[in-house]
């Protein structure tokens, strides 16, 4: 009983872990995912510096804690209550047009991410252009962070978090839990064509609505599953850094990914679908520049290791074959 009252008492006032937008392990995986869905000419110069695109497809998150302008950029809560009632289809596409409907200061309370991914497109589809191997690395890995967390529902809701719902915790649930303890079973190889993006500032929209629609069933869930097992078995508290703390219990984690981590795993695949083809279209757009075919780190060995590891991504044994860099990184923290 008193350990009951010391865990309501806490929980009050301690919430989950900060948010950041998909996990860092989702993020890592879906961007090496995405580099064997390119062209086998692109496919091969991202492969070749593979590394720092998957360690760089979390800086955006590593950045918004000493650039106090960043955390905007990840998502669009948009159903705020700027932009009215008919949001899925009022908010105008074009920057320019939306912050003269809504101010600039709105758009930087409510979120920038579709403006953002537009943004980083460009400079990426320039530095193609440009000859500019550095830089088309490091938009390229921003690039691939943006565009995975519009895909994430809770990046389009002013109730990220559940918090307007007594559902507080259901980000980090969503979006790093349940991919952390289903990541093993997941099909990482995928046969989906890659698509051309005629209207990436549109495009970036349609893939928000989506996220947008798949919001009742994220809170459904969890609000079904807490009141059949009860708070005693959803939660747990646990010590860390001297204080305690309320986490999901891996019983809880197991339940819900059980009922809704099928579409987790769907849109974490659909996002690194979506990367590579924004990366493809950016390559495109500069006129599919020959130089990512001749560059020097294209050495016989590194050909060797893509032909090696595109197989294994065919057969979906990257996980198996230890070939997932973010499963790696884990083992070795
Ligand atoms: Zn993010």
């Not at 010391?6 to 919430?15: E, P, Q, T």
Request: aromatic share 12%; no cysteine; net charge neutral.
């Amino acid at each position: 009983m008193e350990n009951k009252k010391l865990y309501l008492l806490i929980s009050l006032f301690i919430g989950f872990m900060g948010l950041s937008s998909w996990g860092f392990l989702a993020h890592k995986t879906l961007q090496q995912v995405a580099i064997h869905q390119l062209p086998t000419e692109l496919g091969l110069y991202f492969f070749a510096n593979q590394d720092y695109l998957v360690q760089n497809s979390i800086r955006p998150d590593v950045r918004r804690k000493d650039d106090k302008t960043e955390d905007v950029k990840h998502y669009l809560d948009m159903d705020a209550h700027v932009f009215g009632p008919n949001y899925k289809t009022d908010i105008p596409h074009d920057f320019a047009q939306a912050v003269k409907k809504y101010t600039i200061d709105s758009l930087r309370k409510e979120g920038l991410v579709p403006w953002e991914v537009n943004r980083v497109y460009g400079r990426l589809v320039h530095a193609f252009k440009s000859n500019m191997p550095d830089s088309v690395l490091f938009y390229a890995a921003d690039l691939g962070h943006y565009v995975a967390d519009a895909h994430v529902p809770l990046h389009t809701t002013k109730n990220h978090d559940g918090q307007l719902t007594d559902q507080k915790g259901l980000h980090v649930l969503w979006e790093s839990l349940v991919p952390e303890q289903f990541l093993v079973g997941y099909q990482l190889q995928q046969n989906q064509p890659l698509t051309y993006i005629k209207q990436p500032q549109d495009f970036i929209f349609q893939i928000l609505a989506e996220s947008h629609a798949m919001l009742p069933e994220v809170f459904a869930a969890e609000k079904e599953l807490r009141s059949r097992m009860g708070d005693d078995k959803v939660y747990m508290m646990v010590e860390r850094y001297g204080r305690k703390q309320r986490y999901f219990t891996k019983e809880f984690i197991q339940a819900y990914g059980d009922r809704v981590g099928k579409s987790v795993e769907q849109r974490m695949l659909t996002s690194a679908h979506r990367v590579a083809s924004f990366w493809y279209s950016a390559w495109k757009d500069a006129g599919s520049p020959a130089w990512v075919g001749t560059s020097p780190v294209l050495t016989q060995e590194k050909k060797q290791q893509y032909a090696d590891q595109h197989a294994s991504w065919q057969a979906n044994t990257l996980i198996k074959q230890n070939l997932l860099i973010s499963l790696q990184s884990k083992s070795a923290e």
